[in-house]
């Protein structure tokens, strides 16, 4: 079993739509969660970190966290074209000495047909 | 504030070769950590440093290794190039301060082994 899980897709969704992105780990120690935006041929650019359990939202974005589903999922209201790229769903992974290693999943590509 | 910088941000090398790649975190910042991405394994994580020290390596032969210097610059070294060493190598940089421990990338390093 992968450490982080995501549907591949491409999710495709009209302009406008609401785009849903999830999102399943396997650690139950897992404390921070975060998905990065990632345009091809670029590097992962940061749009949500959650921490603890429920919702967070920030402009158009909000992300869920389900610590007892292991679940964490990404919503992106009034899509646009401008958010097509592929969604990264990163865990912070168990480590010696309290050190920061991130578990990536596969990620999920999005295409928001205008 | 400046973001991560990497450099150089295209190398071509052949195999048997040896690499190092160099990385300048934000302002601040005194954590960096090494990712290496590619098709088909996705982004996997290599090694973090943090006060010169490496904390924590992933999964990757002693041909990766890498350090980090007393104003956290990072450089990574690849001995014994091989084919499959062809990726994006990604740097981020962190506070490393719990409440705020998340990680930004830098550009990428892309390297073509041939």
């Known amino acids: ?114 | 504030k400046a973001g991560v910088t990497q450099t150089p941000r295209y190398l071509i090398k052949t195999r048997g070769q040896q690499v190092t790649l160099s990385c300048s975190p934000i302002s601040g910042h005194r954590s960096v950590s090494w990712y290496q991405q590619t098709p088909g394994q996705g982004l996997q994580f290599l090694f973090e440093y943090f006060s010169e020290t490496q904390r924590n390596k992933g999964n990757f032969p002693g041909r990766f290794s890498g350090r980090q210097f007393s104003n956290s610059r990072s450089e990574m070294n690849v001995s014994t190039l091989e084919l499959g060493d062809s990726a994006l190598y990604l740097c981020a940089s962190s506070t490393r301060d719990p409440s705020t421990d998340t990680q930004y990338f830098g550009p990428g390093t892309r390297l073509t082994v041939l």
């Not at chain 1, 495709?12 to 999102?23: M, Q, T, Y």
Request: aromatic content about 10%.
């Open chain 1, 1 to 114: 079993q992968k450490e982080v899980e995501q549907n591949s897709g491409p999710l495709s969704v009209p302009e406008g739509a609401i785009a849903s992105l999830n999102c399943t780990y396997s650690d139950r120690g897992s404390q921070s969660f975060f998905w990065y935006r990632q345009y091809s041929g670029k590097s992962p650019e940061l749009i949500m970190s959650i921490y603890s359990n429920g919702d967070k939202e920030d402009g158009r974005f909000t992300a869920q966290l389900n610590k007892a589903s292991q679940y964490v999922s990404l919503l992106i209201r009034d899509s646009q074209p401008s958010d097509s790229a592929t969604y990264l769903c990163a865990v912070e992974g168990p480590g010696v000495d309290s050190s920061y290693k991130l578990i990536f999943g596969s990620g999920t590509r999005l295409l928001v047909r205008p």
